[in-house]
């Protein structure tokens, strides 16, 4: 797109038996040129070994796109927070089970094929104590790992208030790991006012872009495209950053400031801009 370095959405989710290659060119014809590749869920594997399964399919994926198409692939892996009744489900022990796909992790970040670890934390919806607990576990353990291994952590939660961001904000802080590495997905753009570090990625939808767009606080942009043949148009479409990156031209007069952070700054400072742009 005219103007920019990069049209970066945040989070973004294939499957081979989906759209696959075809949603990565629509992303692009809108302009398009670098997406956060996240691994999704996928049941109808066996539960044992099912993390190395899930990552090894994704980095595989990121391959086929940039062998493919000129659009940048990055990879953010981890234990998604619904694995936990997938296993559970399967007579497993969910705790053990998702520490395991933290650990399994590792190698992947040392070596440079992921380069972030997401989305993980709890379910978006009210779940028992004990399930909150476990998943505030994983958050916890997750950024163990981010610290260990310098790189970001993109959380999956229910809704969040303030209080609850600062209280994310304060156990990084504990663990030693920048709140800059912490990034909120599916974020409300009402969070923006909150007073943490944290980043907020934004979805991409016209009215989440028009109230961000009226923050001072920057902000990342995802589409979260969930790739699923058996769920037509319950998603945002694949090309919906770039088509916000164009709403935000025509109706910003700081568009300028405002994509040059969700594009090229935020990403460059989490990710590395060599991988983005
Ligand atoms: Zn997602």
Partial sequence: MKGLLAVFDNHFHLRQDGLFLEAVRRFQKEGGTCINLTNLPNYALPAEGYYTRIYEETIQMAKIIRRSTPVKVIVTLGPYPLDYFFFRDSGMDPLGKMQN????LRPYLQSGEAVAIGEVGRPHFQVSEKEYEDGTRIIQEAMVLARDEGCPVVLHTEDLKCGDLEKLGDAARRIGLRQEMVVKHHSDPENLSCNVRILHSILATRTNVRKAS???????????????PQKPGKVIAPESV??????????NDDWERILHASFVDLPGKLYGIERIA
Avoid: C, N
Wanted: hydrophobic residues 40%; glycine residues 4%; without cysteine.
């Fill in 101 to 104: 796909g933290l650990e399994v």
């Fill in 214 to 228: 009226e923050s001072v606080k920057d902000f990342l942009l995802e589409s979260d495209y969930v790739d699923d």
């Fill in 242 to 251: 770039p088509r916000r990156a164009k709403m935000i031209m025509q109706e």
